[in-house]
């Protein structure tokens, strides 16, 4: 299955040399659109002739797919959104969070199913809902941990050790925000929260302070 691709540059699903990229030829009957921010993505798909489409996907940060559809029932048929879940500065995962809505065609699902398949990418279909599958689960998890420390549960070292063995993670919690960012944590947190109103989401104590020192020019320090 081959794709046309719209890249409006900076994916955070696709990197240059992905295999699903050596699935682009001009002139398919699906379209592929990666990059750019929510409202750049919508003006893309807005100009695709989807008479003429088999299957449009779209990439998605935190947005709704609705977003793009404005839950139109024939664009809702056959336009589908994805992620490559990536947790911060971390490189994409195989894992594509593939977003589908009330109205998606059977046939659709499956052809968007298909193609991440093809190139070597495992696919979890969810609903379209804000933080899809993983950040619905995994940011209130982090949050926990991060207040775990501030309201001295355990030391971050301790915490960190105490999940790993005792429930066999291959980190914890505190040493994957070091490593993909606490600032992008605090990020993608936030959008959730302001989507959702779900308090699980607001950002912990920790991040918010290290966020804010950043967008003041500060240095980094222990918070």
């Not at 992905?18 to 409202?39: F, Y």
């Amino acid at each position: 299955m081959r794709f046309e691709l719209i890249d409006l540059g900076g994916s955070r699903s696709v990197a240059a040399g992905d295999a699903l990229l050596n699935l682009a030829a001009t002139g398919a009957d699906t379209t592929l659109v990666i990059g750019g921010d929510a409202q750049a993505r919508a003006r893309a798909l807005g100009q695709i002739e989807l008479a003429a489409k088999r299957l449009v996907l779209v990439e998605l940060g935190t947005e709704c797919l609705a977003f793009h559809t404005g839950e139109d029932v024939p664009v809702e048929e056959k336009v589908l959104g994805f992620a490559c879940f990536r947790l911060g500065a971390l490189p994409a995962s195989v894992l594509v969070e593939l977003v589908r809505q009330p109205r998606t065609s059977a046939e659709a699902l499956a052809a968007a199913q298909g193609l991440f398949e093809q190139a070597g990418l495992q696919v979890s279909v969810c609903a379209d809902v804000p933080g899809r599958i993983v950040d619905s689960l995994l940011r209130p998890y982090l949050n926990s941990a991060l207040r775990g420390v501030d309201e001295g549960l355990a030391t971050a070292a301790d915490l960190d050790q105490a999940l790993c063995l005792g429930l066999g993670y291959p980190k914890g919690p505190i040493q994957l925000l070091e490593e993909s960012g606490l600032e992008a944590h605090f990020q993608v947190c936030s959008e959730l929260h302001e989507a959702t109103g779900a308090a699980a989401f607001v950002p912990a104590r920790r991040a918010r302070v290290l966020a804010m020192r950043k967008a003041a020019g500060l240095g980094r320090r222990e918070a």
